[in-house]
């Protein structure tokens, strides 16, 4: 139990959805009466889960249901899920925003939370003023918060308007001045909710390694939420995955981003459009240890496997994996009429395999889209065929990157068509 930072017991929450105070009265008399009788209260058994897509059945409904979980001393724990899943509720009650209809939180240490933009900033007070109040809040003494002052204020890169009321600041200069109170007033317990989405790209990176900091040099443990998987992929040792306000999955980082793209896609739709003469059977991802992955990181080596299935003889036949990224907008295409490859494809079962030695995307999610085509006329397209997530390289060396011009792509990667070079050659054009 000594290395145990934070564990969440049977915690659960409840809402009541429509206008708060209709009929409240006849509710809260029934639960009175139910508790005057040593009874349950009636409307915690007919509350249905949150579901944020669905129509609702009940008045209640349950933000949060049945939460067990332990967190270690020193460790980043993500907390990943779609919108509506409970991530935001569950840090609020951890940070006694809100409490809990049933369970405890026990937490060993003193927290600090940032869980939205200007939380606990006075708008009328100045970001001094709000530095030294945010720090009496968490309990600090005047000193302390007068040694790190300089610290907090370098951090944020807000000298220049420290003496001007936070309200005329914008919201990328308020989340920068509250993560750096947060992150630098040495919390035991450090809370973040998605707000590193609203800094610039500067900003993010200090903060993360503000994270690494606080967890592997100090000892302190940090609850992370986001959305950007590339981040958590970076930041977390586990992961939490919440789905429709409860606990999914529990996993190491990888396992548990691997888990929540599987679900999300089970509700997501592919597009398939084309003739299907040529159709598609199996897509999968391998690493340079031939190991199947679904996340990778900048500038590493990746083998891309498309399995097909022809039901003729197709001539001139280009294949194309193409990578678009989360507006739906096109990045890159590994596409073989780059580097003028056709095929000549006879009917049965073939095989694409793209080796790419060093891949040159950023850091982020991207949507698979998988193209066939003949003279002009496509076989098969399928768009939101898989999504994959490349994470931040450990590679800090320079690299020589090749022009993404067309034509000129395909010449530092090997493609090869049923398993065999010969057959390139030979069917080339």
Not at 88 to 95: A, G, H, P, V, Y
Not at 139 to 162: L, P, Q, T
Not at 324 to 347: H, V
Request: hydrophobic share 40%.
């Amino acid at each position: 139990m000594s290395n145990i930072a934070i564990k969440f017991e049977n915690i659960s929450k409840q809402y009541r959805l429509g206008k708060i105070g209709t009929g409240t009265i006849s509710h809260d008399l029934n639960r009175w009466w139910a508790s005057l009788r040593g009874k349950e209260d009636p409307f915690l058994k007919v509350t249905e889960m949150n579901d944020r897509a669905a129509k609702a059945g009940s008045r209640y409904v349950w933000a949060l249901k049945d939460i067990n979980l332990e967190v270690k001393q020193g460790e980043i724990l993500g907390i990943i899920g779609k919108n509506g899943a409970g991530k935001s509720t569950l840090l609020k009650i951890l940070s006694r925003v809100t409490t809990p209809t049933t369970g405890q939180i026990i937490a060993w240490g003193r927290i600090a939370s940032l869980l939205e933009v200007g939380t606990g900033f006075h708008p009328e007070m100045t970001g001094r003023e709000n530095i030294f109040m945010n720090g009496s809040i968490m309990g600090m003494s005047k000193n302390e918060i007068k040694r790190k002052f300089d610290e907090i204020v370098d951090f944020a890169g807000v000298e220049k308007y420290i003496d001007t009321p936070v309200k005329r600041y914008s919201s990328g200069m308020t989340v920068r001045l509250g993560f750096a109170i947060a992150a630098h007033l040495e919390p035991k317990i450090l809370v973040v909710d998605e707000v590193l989405a609203v800094g610039d790209a500067e900003f993010q990176k200090k903060a993360v390694g503000k994270m690494q900091e606080v967890s592997h040099d100090k000892g302190r443990t940090v609850l992370f939420v986001s959305h950007n998987m590339a981040a958590v992929k970076q930041l977390c040792s586990k992961v939490v995955v919440l789905d429709s306000g409860s606990l999914a999955y529990y996993a190491p980082t990888e396992n548990s981003i691997n888990y929540y793209q599987e679900i999300s896609f089970e509700k997501s739709k592919k597009y398939v459009t084309g003739n299907r003469k040529i159709k598609v059977k199996e897509f999968s991802i391998e690493n340079f240890k031939k190991e199947l992955v679904k996340t990778f990181c900048t500038f590493d080596e990746v083998i891309f496997k498309v399995v097909y299935e022809a039901f003729e003889n197709v001539n001139n036949v280009t294949f194309a994996v193409c990578f678009n990224n989360e507006l739906n907008q096109r990045i890159t295409s590994l596409w073989s009429l780059y580097s003028n490859r056709k095929y000549d494809i006879k009917k049965g079962k073939l095989e694409l395999v793209i080796h790419v030695p060093m891949i040159h995307l950023i850091p982020g999610t991207y949507e698979i889209v998988l193209y066939v085509e003949s003279n002009g006329i496509v076989m098969e397209r399928i768009d939101n065929y898989s999504k994959i997530i490349v994470g931040y390289s450990n590679k800090y060396e320079f690299v020589k990157i090749p022009s993404l011009g067309q034509g000129q792509f395909l010449e530092y990667f090997n493609v090869t068509i049923n398993n065999s070079e010969k057959d390139i050659k030979e069917n080339s054009n």
